[in-house]
């Protein structure tokens, strides 16, 4: 699997019914091709009329493009690319798929647009602060660890290239994790290979990083909902979904408790410290859900007036949610306010 799951990356986003697809006198249901990968499930509704032979077809293919996905990517595989780079401590050029270097491509160019906030070389931290794989912590680790692995961070290390496709690192410790990006580069991926196949009307969910195309019936559009982040089942907002992807992060359920002190599992890699401050959600709208989903991951390290700053000036549409004493506050960028509200 690509990560096992975390509420970094949870499905706050509730699918409205998928309506029915008309078909002569006949209506039908959408068909839904579901399964499990990268740690968490997949779920692609397709709202066409399609003979049985087809869809199996595209289950099988969607199954080995996303699995395909995950033994490049994957952190939990021995094997991956990604693990065998983690290995290798050399210097030297390492060949890696068309696929992984562009993910990496796109990651290191959000790294510079974002200052350093998302940063896909930041495991050390969260393995060390007890949000990875090896194990959890009751107590917070001491300044001299967090300086020592800050030592092994900075995607300014790493470099890639398109063409032939390769990676390389200019520390040997360095280490790379592209759990916070790679989900949404499956939903581009498996988007681009429907329309490829003639199919223009679906939705694309891995894990919560979502995509559509087309409209679900009619003309009307895909609708999903952010839910409540501190409330099971209860709308925040509704958004019409119209060739574009959606994108949330959420810190407020992953964290440790030590000494009346609270310790969420997003890490700034800048300071090599979890983040404190209200924001406990923050979706994004884009027409790629790989940029969609590193932002989200990028702008739950900023405060909350940091992160309207930066998207207002980079026009990316964010929606942000804080929670307080006082109960939830609900922000928005202007690009976020254009694309759902209609605003000029």
Not at 79 to 98: C, G, H, K, L
Not at 115 to 133: A, C, H, M, Q, Y
Request: some cysteine; hydrophobic content about 40%; charged content about 25%.
């Amino acid at each position: 699997m690509l990560r096992q799951p975390s509420l970094q990356n949870l499905a706050w986003f509730v699918l409205f019914s998928c309506g029915c697809v008309q078909s002569g006198g006949r209506v039908d249901p959408p068909a839904i091709l579901t399964g499990q990968i990268m740690g968490t499930y997949y779920r692609v509704t397709i709202a066409e009329n399609l003979p049985p032979p087809k869809l199996d077809h595209l289950a099988t293919f969607v199954e080995g493009k996303l699995t395909r996905i995950n033994h490049l990517m994957s952190t939990y595989r021995d094997d991956s690319e990604i693990s065998r780079f983690n290995r290798f401590e050399s210097s030297e050029w390492f060949d890696v798929s068309s696929e992984t270097a562009f993910v990496v491509s796109k990651a290191l160019e959000i790294y510079e647009a974002s200052n350093g906030r998302f940063d896909i070389t930041v495991s050390p931290l969260v393995e060390l602060w007890g949000f990875g794989k090896d194990k959890e912590r009751d107590k917070p680790p001491s300044h001299v660890e967090i300086e020592k692995a800050l030592e092994s961070i900075g995607s300014h290390h790493l470099h890639v290239r398109l063409e032939p496709p390769a990676i390389r690192k200019a520390i040997p410790t360095l280490e790379i994790d592209l759990s916070a990006i790679a989900k949404g580069f499956a939903v581009d991926l498996v988007s681009k290979e429907l329309r490829a196949k003639g199919v223009t009307s679906y939705l694309v969910d891995i894990g919560g990083e979502i995509r559509a195309g087309g409209a679900k019936a009619a003309d009307r559009p895909w609708k999903v909902a952010i839910e409540s982040p501190v409330s099971n089942g209860e709308t925040v907002k509704t958004l019409p979904l119209v060739g574009r992807s959606l994108a949330t992060s959420g810190s407020y359920r992953n964290f440790f408790e030590s000494q009346g002190n609270l310790y969420s599992h997003t890490i700034d890699p800048k300071t090599g410290y979890p983040v404190d401050h209200a924001t406990v959600s923050v979706s994004v709208i884009a027409k790629d859900c790989l940029v969609a989903d590193a932002w989200a991951t990028a702008f739950m390290i900023f405060s909350a007036e940091e992160s309207l700053d930066l998207a207002d000036r980079l026009k990316i549409a964010v929606f942000l949610i804080q929670s307080d004493d006082t109960g939830l506050t609900e922000l928005q960028s202007k690009q976020f306010a254009r694309l759902t509200n209609n605003v000029p």
